[in-house]
């Protein structure tokens, strides 16, 4: 590719000489060969100038590109050609789902708000909410917080479907944050039976509303949280962290015997990572499990 620039580099310059040799040799007076060596001169005069110029102002990469297309690994570039497809295909809700997200990587919300706003409006109703409640998480992921164009998504998405669960789930750290605690216990509370017992996120809101009561004066239900823990830790045991704090929590709660099995479970969970046994190991000793 570079070498192609250089012939059309030579290319050009060729007409240039041309253009400005050609009348020096059909002009008359003096010999050929004093003409020559002139139009001579003129050429790498003009071969100098306009290299120079083209390595200290020349843009030789935006040539090649002008040349070739977008590269793959040129962002910027691709999405520009996603904004060109869209103009041409504004029916295409794919190429939409694609296109918002990428403006909002590029700092750009003012687009990313314009194109999402296509989205919704070409997408089918029943996918509306999942649209809202996903463009202000990827908001609220982009500005490090739930912003306020982010609370707006989310009441949409719920004034949409009611059990939204994206959307509940944000909205309780947001009324969390602004220390309307109350309100986002009774959010997650609700959103707590529609999500299985097993998974993380059910866990991370058990352990929220805990501290949340506790904040609030109530007495956290330590007793469900460890429970909660342990339930979570059976379907992703990968988890050194989680374990450490199953082990201290049955033995903090007493409970001697399901903190030895919780133990075991934890060494054979992770008997591939010798840093995780042997912080269990150590967590074992000072708890008085072992000797």
Known sequence: MTTLLILIFLALAAVAIGFV???????????????????SAAAAFLLGISGGLYLYLGRPALALRTLTGPRADDFNSLVTTLAWHVRDRPGDLRAWALLWPSYLKLGDGRDAAAAF???????PADLRPGLYSTYGEDLSAAAGGITEDAEAAFKSALALDPKDLKARYYMGFDYAARGDNARAIAIWENLLPDLPANTRIHGVLVDRIAALKSTAGAAPNIAAMV??????????????????RLVRAYAVLGDDGKARAALADARIALRAEPTATAALAAEAKELKLEK
């Not at 040799?21 to 139009?39: E, K």
């Not at 706003?117 to 997408?123: K, L, P």
């Not at 909660?228 to 379907?235: D, E, G, V």
């Open 227 to 244: 429970e909660n823990l342990a339930s979570r830790l059976k379907s992703n045991p990968d988890d050194p962290e989680g374990w450490l």
């Open 117 to 123: 706003r296509h989205e919704v409006e070409i997408a």
């Open 21 to 39: 040799g050609w009348p020096i040799l059909r002009a008359g007076g003096g010999s050929l060969a004093g003409r020559i060596v002139l139009v």
